[in-house]
């Protein structure tokens, strides 16, 4: 038997830079498309490894066959003496005469079999139909055509390398016919270079100045940043996402340092901190107690020979511009009040049917008011400060411009004003928790304000018939109803659901004629009750005791909405 030599695979898209935030998903579709084609024609292979750099994305499989295997198959067909019509009809799927058919006998019955054997293709032919494919069924969020091609990609695509066994696979795409042929570096080495597999490719693109592995940037980055640090006796704030993000807009980092200036440092951290990541995608450092240093770390896609001094300068003179900008909404935000603010958000829409952010206010005030007696420390005077603060600094100049920071900001003016630190964290807080890595509320204050919120959300939206469907969720409404669970069950809160529920339904009557006479209760407990099934299930509770518990009523008769009855009956 003659044993199939096995061969590499090496495939890459060339192109303008792609989307940091599109490129691990891309990776992952054109591995996933050609991996399952190939599995499909029955090419086994013994690893496939997926690669993305801002400007490529790469695909090595190893092991391949250099073709596909023989295939013998037996299809059984009616019985000989059957009528013509069928007879004809199993024939013609099968492509063959009679005198081509075998007969078998089966039970004292003669059938026809037909016996079809397929040649086995070659597979850099296969594997030519398989990344033509493959390349066209990649989905983008956006995608454009350019110059006067009828394609469509996430960007201009400028090359494809195609290699199976050393060897140019016949492949095309728009413009773009495969070689064997990459470029390096867009500035630092950008001639052609030719490769005749994997181990060569990765070695040439390296001198190139181009770093395939995403990981192996992720590395250097954070290296590279982390000793910038310690040199200067500071340390690098934590930013793993910042980390991801910026390896993929660099292909080969080049991490440097730079000085924020002393005039900025009196503006609050997080504007700092926004400043720098959300425009300029910056790293923060810190002193060893955790408060802001007075420098940077950006990472630079070229290596130049002044060792980075004119990167340096230039961006912190951008820089300078940011902080000014965000320095004047400072020092504007703080002439004014929060409370005399609030008018305003009477022109800002929640929702059509649900009146304007200075309604919800109003609603809001009045729940939190209704449910501190059920939050042990909440004030209710505190508590309907603090709400009706909440979402005052949404029309301030800093959160205009740094939406990232609301919250943030009113906790800063409302301190400033010389309310009290409850309140103040209040603001801040009561937009929490807005996933399950983020913090849950415990001060009294803070837990009435927040789950007065989501609740008014969460009863007005059910209200008009918004809620949510399969993965359609544009409200975010089961991340609210998780929050309001966290809220209760973290803080051990006696609440009373289904009647917070009407109270929150009765404060929006008269302000808008297309909400509902019914209050979504029994709806609402459901939702919810389906939340929570999901959070238990998580945390190993058997199915059936979930189903069972859910079941049960409260004492005395009527659903079930203590949520800490509930899971101690889980218990």
């Given amino acids: 038997m003659t044993r199939t030599r096995m061969a590499e695979f090496l495939l890459e898209l060339l192109s303008e830079e792609i989307p940091a935030r599109m490129q691990s998903r891309a990776a992952d579709d054109l591995k996933r498309l050609v991996t399952a084609a190939l599995k499909d024609a029955g090419l086994d292979f013994e690893s496939a490894k997926a690669y993305v750099t801002p400007r490529r994305l790469t695909l090595v499989v190893d092991g391949l066959p250099s073709k596909q295997p023989d ?14 019509k069928a007879v004809n009809g199993f024939l013609k799927s099968v ?55 009828s394609v469509r990609w996430v ?54 100045y181009v770093l395939i592995d995403a990981g192996g940037r992720r590395g250097k980055i954070t ?6 640090a310690e040199a200067a006796g500071l340390r690098l704030r934590d930013d793993p996402g910042l980390v991801d993000e910026v390896a993929g807009l660099v292909e080969w980092p080049v991490v440097l340092m730079g000085a924020i200036g002393k005039e900025f440092m009196e503006l609050p951290s997080e504007v700092l901190i926004t400043a720098m990541r959300s425009h300029q995608k910056y790293f923060a450092l810190e002193h060893a107690d955790g408060t802001m240093a007075p420098h940077f770390i950006v990472v630079s896609n070229i290596t130049v020979d002044d060792g ?16 000014a900008d965000a320095r004047f909404f400072w020092d504007q935000d703080r002439k004014r009040s929060l409370e005399s603010r609030v008018p305003e958000l009477g022109a800002i829409v929640f929702h059509a049917k649900l009146g304007t952010l200075a309604e919800k206010i109003s609603r809001v005030e009045a729940l939190a008011a209704s449910l501190a007696p059920f939050i042990p420390g909440a004030g209710k005077d505190r508590v309907r400060s603090a709400a009706m603060l909440a979402k005052a600094d949404l029309v301030t100049g800093m959160v205009g411009e740094f939406p990232e920071l609301q919250g943030v900001m009113g906790r800063y003016y409302a301190l400033g004003e010389g309310e009290g630190a409850d309140v103040a964290d209040a603001i801040a807080d009561h937009y929490a928790p807005a996933g399950p890595n983020d913090a849950c509320p415990t001060a009294p204050v803070s837990v009435a304000v927040a789950l007065a919120d989501k609740i008014d959300s969460l009863v007005g ?18 991340r609210a109803a998780l929050g309001v ?27 808008r004629a297309a909400l509902g006479a019914a209050v979504p209760t029994r709806d609402l407990l459901d939702f919810f009750a389906d939340r929570l099934k999901v959070h238990l299930r998580e945390a190993g509770v058997a199915h059936d005791l979930i189903a069972a518990v859910f079941k049960a009523e409260r004492p005395g008769g009527g659903i079930e909405d203590d ?9």
């Fill in 71 to 84: 295939v013998r198959e037996e299809r059984r067909g009616p019985r000989t003496d059957a009528p013509e």
């Fill in 308 to 323: 980075g001094k004119a990167v340096v300068a230039g961006n912190e003179r951008v820089l300078r511009a940011r902080l």
């Fill in 95 to 149: 492509g063959l005469t009679p005198d081509q058919c075998e007969q078998r006998e089966i039970k004292g019955k003669t059938f026809y079999f037909a016996v079809i054997e397929k040649k086995g293709v070659d597979t850099a032919q296969v594997l030519a139909g398989i990344v033509a494919e493959a390349i066209g069924q990649l989905s983008w969020p956006k995608s454009m055509r350019w110059g006067d091609h």
């Fill in 485 to 511: 669970i966290r809220l209760i069950v973290e803080n051990a809160l006696r609440l009373p659901l289904a009647e917070m529920f009407d109270k929150s339904h009765g404060l929006y009557d008269g302000s």
């Fill in 563 to 571: 949520l800490v009855r509930l899971l101690a009956r889980v218990d």
């Fill in 461 to 478: 939206f059910f209200a008009i018939d918004e809620t949510p469907t399969g993965s359609r969720d544009p409200f975010a409404l089961r």
């Fill in 223 to 228: 290296d590279g940043a982390t000793a910038l």
């Fill in 155 to 208: 960007r201009p695509l400028h090359g494809i390398l195609c290699l199976f066994a050393a060897k140019v696979v016949d492949v095309a795409f728009g413009p773009c016919a495969a070689t064997n042929t990459t470029h390096g570096h867009r500035f630092m080495a950008p001639g052609p270079i030719k490769v005749k597999d994997f181990a060569d490719y990765q070695k040439k693109l390296k001198a190139a």
